[in-house]
């Protein structure tokens, strides 16, 4: 039988366990579309229940800005936009 589970690949076992542990607190990655990233988020996380995502919202993410890994910064950032409340992140890995 064919799980419904849902499988990510990553480029390095560290960058899999993020998604592990995102999808762990109740973010879902659910579609990219040019800059837009689209989560759903759960708004009441059950770690009980085999579904994780309860009363699901979805949240867009605009894509503003990408350093990508360098030898020199030995880090990779990306500078994120939400769509609905303007709040701007930061996020850096290594």
Do not use: Y
Not at 31 to 48: E, G, N, Q, Y
């Amino acid at each position: 039988s064919i799980s419904s589970t849902t499988l990510f690949q990553a480029e390095s076992p560290d960058e899999g366990a993020f998604v592990s542990a995102a999808r762990n607190m109740g973010f879902f990655f659910h579609k990219r579309m040019m800059k837009d990233v689209h989560t759903r988020v759960s708004t009441a996380v059950d770690p009980s229940r085999t579904d994780i995502l309860h009363a699901p919202k979805e949240v867009v993410w605009t894509l503003l800005v990408s350093n990508a890994f360098d030898n020199n910064r030995k880090r990779t950032s990306i500078v994120m936009q939400d769509k609905e409340s303007g709040k701007i992140m930061l996020l850096v890995k290594g």
